[in-house]
């Protein structure tokens, strides 16, 4: 058996080596053990790919720097933002919540293919980003500012893509947090050093969100043949 389970009043050998010991000889007890255990892996799924998004993302990114002589597109600060409103905030408040939906995959599996997918759309983002500014005299800090916007749109989306199905609760704080990004942005860019865009540094930001939200879905879909 995956799990042994023994009474209270059973024999004192049997309980010593049970994994579960119904102290009160109450097999009623039972479902709710079961979609506690329910909770805790499908919610620490969901963190788990949440979290692993940045940890790809800036293995990803330093490779690909280095190959390419790129510089790294964030200000330290500027990533403590992006991941504290897609990832840790959110996280937060999924790790708590109900969850009895029956475990079917693999733990490891499903959160692989739920963060590569994000860091390589990511990863994609900044090459082309880096390709359509190559012949122009923008400075590195306007490029920052950018791809942090671009990277939060990916982040955003592909929190709403691992948060299905969308509950009140979760479309609730989503909202929340992009409405919450947008006030810092204009009010308290400067703090984590935002610059002034101009027209064509947000069609750079819309060219460059499609791209990476367009590869996000289609290395997704790939991903999850196998």
Known sequence: ADCSISMGSGNDAVNSISQIVLINNNFNIMPSIVNEGRRVINNI??????????TF???FLSIICVIFSYSYPFQPIQLTLVSSLTIGIPSFFYAIEPNEKRVQKSFLSTILKNSIPTALAACIGFVF?????????????TISTIYTI????????????????????????ILVLIALFIFIY??????FYFVTLYKTDYFAIIYTSCISILSYFLIKKVVNKF
């Open 150 to 173: 671009v990277i939060s749109i990916l982040f955003f989306a592909s929190l709403v893509d691992i948060s299905r199905p969308l509950t009140k609760l979760r479309i609730s704080i």
């Open 186 to 191: 204009l009010f308290f860019g400067s703090f």
């Open 129 to 141: 980003l880096q390709l359509i500014l190559k012949n122009t005299d923008i400075k590195t800090e």
């Open 57 to 59: 993302l800036s293995a």
């Open 45 to 54: 799924n969901l963190c788990a790919s949440l979290f692993l998004n940045k």
